[in-house]
């Protein structure tokens, strides 16, 4: 059983419901639109957001057409959901620190660059109400 699942059933048994990408509440707590500012800084400037509670990571990307299903598959297998709404969407759940920010960034860049895109930033979604 992965990290995820474990932690999916941890939740689940003391009642509180394991956050998906489409739960109900989910509000940007974190943004990250500046290339020059260190994924670091966008997580200490954020009051709204909880480092000891799970977030829907989103990077913004954009992508040429004929890329999208080659995108869909380079990330699926670590567990990512392209999505379409104003702009394209890698979406997951994950806990956030300064590192996986980082790191995905990176990986997410690359990625959009590969494919003859760009990556725009991301942002982090929380349930805030509960």
């Known amino acids: 059983?992965?990290?995820?699942?474990?932690?999916r059933d941890r939740r689940a048994r003391r009642g509180v419901p394991a956050l998906e990408i489409d739960s109900p509440g989910l509000e940007v707590v974190v943004e990250a639109f500046d290339v020059a500012e260190a994924d670091s800084a966008a997580?200490?400037?954020?009051?709204?957001?909880?480092?000891?509670?799970?977030a829907v990571l989103r990077h913004h990307l954009e992508l040429p057409p004929d890329q999208v299903e080659r995108a869909r598959e380079l990330l699926a297998p670590d567990g990512w959901a392209l999505r379409h709404e104003d702009r394209w969407h890698a979406l997951r759940v994950q806990r956030l620190d300064a590192l996986r920010c980082a790191q995905e960034r990176a990986r997410m860049a690359s990625l959009a660059q590969r494919l003859g895109g760009d990556w725009i930033g991301w942002d982090a979604l929380q349930v805030t109400h509960r």
Do not use: F, T, V
């Not at 992965?2 to 932690?7: D, K, N, V, Y």
């Open 43 to 54: 997580l200490a400037r954020s009051p709204r957001w909880r480092a000891d509670e799970p």
């Open 1 to 7: 059983m992965g990290l995820l699942s474990r932690l």
